[in-house]
T-cell receptor, first 113, second 111 residues
Framework: AQSVAQPEDQVNVAEGNPLTVKCTYS??????LFWYVQYPNRGLQFLLK??????LVKGSYGFEAEFNKSQTSFHLKKPSALVSDSALYFC???????????FGSGTKLNVKP | DVKVTQSSRYLVKRTGEKVFLECVQD?????MFWYRQDPGLGLRLIYFSYDVKMKEKGDIPEGYSVSREKKERFSLILESASTNQTSMYLCASSLENQPQHFGDGTRLSIL
């Protein structure tokens, strides 16, 4: 069965420090991997995706993610956190050539001044 | 720019009512999706559609149905609303093998 795990409900980090939001997945075949961000009372916004190629993917707002096939992980990172990065982050996976997406339970990122 | 519009941001209905949630996208996307979002559970797929008049059940289709008569519009129907369907409902659309674009959601309360 396909699944996505985000092991941390909440991540706290000080502004200016690096941040990591963790994601591991289980999917048959080659995965398509995505990160989304959700601000209060809004829908999800696309941040970045991994389809193929370089394991380090760069996305919007200075975020990047590292694909690790052996560990089946796709952790979201940012070198220097901003207070405005505080939001709910979702990891998602889909199988190649299947339309169904699987989402993690979300991680709330709190960036303190 | 990409736009997915959900007809209502907030909706209050009574148990037993038939409820319609509407979603329109302006990007000519083949694929459209309905999710519900509950704290601690993430997003759960209710139904999706990959073409006009085509639909597939997601993980939690019970108590829901959908309609896609035109490519740009995907409707979610609660046949007889119950209190356990109180939730945030999110609509999304996508091209094949591309990221999904989401609407701002409908927060539905069933009293």
């Amino acid at each position: 069965a396909q699944s996505v795990a985000q092991p941390e409900d909440q991540v706290n980090v000080a502004e200016g420090n690096p941040l990591t939001v963790k994601c591991t997945y289980s999917v048959s075949g080659n995965p398509y991997l995505f990160w989304y961000v959700q601000y209060p009372n809004r829908g999800l916004q696309f941040l970045l995706k991994y389809i193929t190629g370089d394991n380090l993917v760069k996305g919007s707002y200075g975020f990047e993610a590292e694909f690790n096939k052996s560990q089946t992980s796709f952790h979201l990172k940012k070198p220097s956190a901003l207070v405005s990065d505080s939001a709910l982050y979702f990891c998602a996976v889909r199988q190649y050539n299947f339309n169904k997406f699987y989402f993690g339970s979300g991680t709330k990122l709190n960036v303190k001044p | 720019d990409v736009k997915v519009t959900q007809s209502s941001r907030y909706l209050v209905k009574r148990t037993g009512e038939k409820v319609f949630l509407e979603c329109v996208q302006d990007m000519d996307h083949e694929n459209m999706f309905w999710y519900r979002q509950d704290p601690g559970l993430g997003l759960r797929l209710i139904y999706f559609s990959y073409d006009v008049k085509m639909k597939e059940k997601g993980d939690i289709p019970e108590g829901y149905s959908v309609s896609r008569e035109k490519k740009e519009r995907f409707s979610l129907i609660l046949e007889s609303a119950s209190t356990n369907q109180t939730s945030m409902y999110l609509c999304a659309s996508s091209l094949e093998n591309q990221p999904q674009h989401f609407g701002d959601g409908t927060r539905l309360s069933i009293l």
